[in-house]
């Protein structure tokens, strides 16, 4: 069993930058391919960035695109996400995720972090 747990979230103004990571622990963190999710109230949870076990491969949503940069540090057991000029659209509550696979592209999330919130006041 794998447990992930999110920070950094919090409330910046558009066109500022924050970084969200995850720590992971209770498992063997290279063996997934990791991800970052985001719920905004009333819209479904959306891949936003994904990285292949070894940092190889990644994948960005076409709205996040050239803004966020997800990296992994498989030696901290930890993956991040750089988001940068962020815009009122980008709030949202984003999670961490653990794939069933080491690869991309993202099949099945195998585990979740409880999340943490994002606020982007215009």
Known sequence: QVQLV???????QAGASLRLSCA???GTFSRYAMGWFR???EKERE???AISWNGASTYYSDSVK???TISRDNAKNTVSLQMNNLKPEDAAVY????????FLPWGDT???GQG???TVSS
């Open 6 to 12: 999110e920070s950094g979230g919090g409330l910046v």
């Open 66 to 68: 050239g803004r966020f």
């Open 47 to 49: 891949l936003l960035a």
């Open 95 to 102: 999670y961490c995720a653990a794939s069933k696979s080491p």
């Open 39 to 41: 719920q905004a109230p």
């Open 24 to 26: 992971a622990s209770g």
């Open 116 to 118: 943490t919130q994002v």
């Open 110 to 112: 195998n585990y979740w």
